[in-house]
């Protein structure tokens, strides 16, 4: 916000330059007042709010032995409203493409690290990798599953960035775009599948498949939820 | 578990499937072969639109299409439903896209980064916009609205100029803010309805407790005029319209705005049950201030892409005036607004496109030296033109059905303010297009450096131009699609009728 755009010598005084000067002290006051009323109004909604309507955790109990897991949370993700989490995989993908789109990397390879980072990741990285493993299949039957396997994956990514482990390079090339979409591709391939099927319908898993797909989907989706979030740690383009 | 079992068929669910999907995996490959980026992404844009096309014949033969996502009835799980209205601004998308499509091919020829980058990301937006048209289900159009903010910031900052980043990131600010405001409204609806799906919220809505139903509307309601620029939410439209690409430019005018408008309409229509008459008479007055504002704006700029920018601004005004009419009994304002908004689509698509060829060729949009430039582009001026001939709303333009529908109820209402204000945005709308061409017509002072233009851009301007003129000839085709009310009907057929369209 705080850039300035080139203004054309041109520019006439309603042209977008003006924005950018900031507003008048009065002009300001005014907005903090507004905001003021508004988040009070706010304040007043959630106090005035009544009972919660009973959600959707009891057709979630009733529906929940036709999921192939037996984790609510899992159930929903990756089930019940699995096209949500399908939607939100892209919006991790379309982060990293914006954020290639934008610039390069600084790179890894120049990170100096202390004696403390240099020993750090030999220690963490293979326990973490296997953490992840163990949450991903936890995830089934308790609280775990992809994201969170993925936000691991993604800390050791992070974690080998900062101590400047280099990394092979074939790791910068089209491996690591196909492991960022890799998730999507499962999750929608094994979507649209389902929807061939006779009777189906998109994202429909038979309940006898049911944890093998789940399964296999949340496999893909860790990989690629691990290497977007290092990659967007990154901040470019490798 | 079927598709749907109260279904007529399975043309329109497998076509859904098809609008949504296809675009997403030509996003992928694209990703994934950014040296074929460009002839990847112009197959799928070709399937995603014939996909399209189908989808719409199927809704018309058959009437609205379902699928339950999952295999999931509706509290559970997810819904999509294609109605008219849906298909209709799938159709406009569909038009812009495939020849904007066409477009950028030409135009990203030479910059192997933009190109690279454009076409994934494009396809992605094309995906958010067909997957929120089909959604019937408030939380999923919310995962849909951020997938459609993300990739249009990331498309806008896509020339990397500073100009181009100073707009991206207001606009990703401004979206994320309108996101978070709806979300907040569906949140609030789930703590009283228990359910987010479309139909089981407008079956709770009346019984449910007032205040904080009231606030989830408001909340919402305000995110999303934030994301269509309705005046005075409309600063970060120019600098983030203007700076982008041409094609970008085109798709965030022409589409992304309607977007949010789209689900603002579904909101009041479907959900809301009609929503408050004095909610409906604030939005006239902003729209009709939006007229006024963004055309006398329009006609200040001496850049032609910030022109245009303003001129969209001052035709989102538009659509928000059929609110008031609406409530008040005249259901034909909905058509004429919808009618407003795929020639608004149309026409500002090929405008911003014309605007890209001019840059092109003259290396700059200062329109006091535009001169000469209609002996050298005459596609691209005659494009222009047409383009002008539907925002001003003249016959027989999709604009001028549009305005002329609105105009109807407004007389019928007795509004007189209103219909000031339509015809008063009508000329200023001459004023600034003319501006435009008279400049383009004038002989050159001098002999200027120039580029050619390939004509591929040439002919993609003149094509979405004259879409927006046939839509005028289109009304009794079309007008099915757009009935929000019951007594539209009777009077968008007299006047196909009338007018001997």
């Known amino acids: 916000m705080m850039l300035r755009p080139r203004t054309d010598r041109q520019a006439g005084p309603a042209s977008s330059a003006r924005a950018d000067k900031g507003l008048p002290p009065a002009a300001r006051a005014l907005l903090v007042l507004a905001l003021l009323a508004v988040f009070a109004g706010l304040v007043l909604a959630v106090l005035s709010l009544s009972e919660p309507a009973p959600g959707l955790a009891a057709a979630v109990d009733e529906r929940i032995d036709e999921s192939g897991v037996s984790h609510p949370v899992t159930a929903v993700l990756l089930n019940f409203r699995g096209y949500d989490t399908l939607l939100e995989l892209v919006v991790l993908v379309l982060a990293v493409m914006g954020a290639w789109s934008v610039g390069r990397a600084r790179g890894c390879a120049g990170n100096v690290p202390g004696p403390l980072l240099r020993q750090l990741p030999r220690l963490m990285a293979p326990l973490m990798v296997l953490v992840a493993g163990y949450l991903l299949w936890v995830g089934a039957h308790a609280p775990g599953g992809a994201f969170q396997a993925g936000s691991l994956l993604g800390g050791v990514g992070i974690l080998l960035c900062l101590s400047g482990y280099p990394l092979p390079g074939w790791a910068n090339g089209p491996a690591l775009r196909v492991s960022a979409v890799l998730g999507v591709a499962v999750f929608a391939a094994l979507g649209v599948v389902a929807a061939l099927l006779p009777g189906g319908a998109p994202l429909d898993w038979p309940p006898a498949q049911a944890k093998t797909l789940i399964l296999t989907i949340e496999l893909a989706a860790m990989l690629s939820i691990g290497v977007v979030l290092a990659a967007l740690f990154a901040g470019g383009r490798p | ?501």
């Not at chain 2, 399209?52 to 999931?72: E, F, I, P, S, Y």
């Not at chain 2, 999923?140 to 990397?160: H, I, K, P, Q, R």
């Not at chain 2, 120019?238 to 909101?267: I, M, N, Q, W």
């Not at chain 2, 004038?442 to 233009?453: G, K, L």
């Open chain 2, 1 to 501: 578990m079927p598709l749907d079992p109260s279904g007529p068929g399975l043309a329109g669910p497998a076509w859904m499937l098809a609008v949504v999907f296809l675009p997403l995996a030509g996003a992928l490959l694209c990703f994934l072969l950014p040296r074929l980026a460009a002839p990847v992404g112009l197959v799928a844009a070709a399937l995603t639109a014939a996909s399209t096309l189908a989808l719409t014949l199927a809704v018309m033969a058959d009437g609205t299409a379902r699928t339950q996502l999952g295999g999931w009835a509706a509290p559970l799980g997810i819904l999509w439903r294609a109605d008219g209205l849906s298909v209709a601004l799938l159709a406009m998308t569909a038009a812009v896209g495939v020849t904007v499509s066409l477009y950028a091919t030409a135009y990203f020829r030479n910059d192997e980064h933009e190109r690279t980058f454009f076409w994934p990301l494009w396809l992605l937006l094309w995906t958010a916009l067909n997957a929120l048209f089909v959604s019937a289900d408030l939380f999923n159009l919310y995962v849909t609205l951020e997938l459609l903010g993300f990739a249009a910031a990331s498309l806008t900052a896509l020339g990397g100029s500073a100009a181009a980043l100073t707009g991206a990131i207001r606009y990703l600010l401004v979206s994320v803010l309108g996101s978070l405001s709806y979300l907040l409204g569906v949140a609030l609806i789930y703590h009283g309805c228990g359910t987010v799906d479309l139909a089981l919220v407008a079956a709770c809505v009346p019984d449910a407790p007032r205040p904080a139903m009231q606030v989830a509307a408001g909340a919402m309601i305000a995110g999303l005029l934030l994301k269509t620029a309705l005046f005075p939410f409309h600063f970060w439209l120019p600098p983030a319209h203007g700076s982008a690409p041409a094609p970008v430019s085109a798709v965030l005018s022409a589409l992304v705005v309607k977007a949010s408008f789209y689900l603002v309409l579904r909101l009041w229509v479907d959900v809301l049950g009609g929503g408050g008459r004095w909610v409906a008479e604030l939005l006239g007055v902003l729209g009709a201030a939006a007229v006024l504002w963004g055309s006398v704006l329009a006609l200040r700029q001496e850049r032609l892409k910030l022109l245009i920018a303003y001129s969209t601004v001052a035709q989102v005004g538009y659509l928000f005036i059929a609110f008031p009419l609406a409530v008040a009994g005249g259901a034909v304002a909905w058509t004429g607004a919808l009618y407003l908004a795929l020639a608004h689509g149309l026409a500002k698509a090929a405008m911003f496109l014309s605007a890209g060829n001019l840059l092109r060729f003259g290396g700059h949009d200062r329109i006091a030296e535009l001169d000469s430039a209609v002996h050298r582009l005459p596609l691209t001026l005659t494009a222009f033109a047409l383009a002008g001939v539907s925002i001003m709303g003249l016959p027989p333009s999709g604009g001028f059905i549009g305005k002329w529908l609105l105009l109807e109820a407004a007389f019928e209402q007795e509004r007189f303010g209103l219909v000031a204000v339509i015809l008063l945005g009508g000329v200023l709308a001459a004023a600034y297009v003319f501006k435009v061409v008279g400049h383009a017509f004038t002989p050159a002072a001098r002999e200027r450096r120039i580029r050619a233009v390939p004509p591929g851009m040439e002919w993609s301007a003149l094509l979405l131009a004259a879409a927006a003129i046939v839509l005028g000839l289109t009304l009794p085709l079309i007008s099915p699609l757009l009935q929000l009310g019951p007594a539209s009907a009777a009077s968008a057929v007299t006047l196909a009728a009338g007018g001997g369209a």
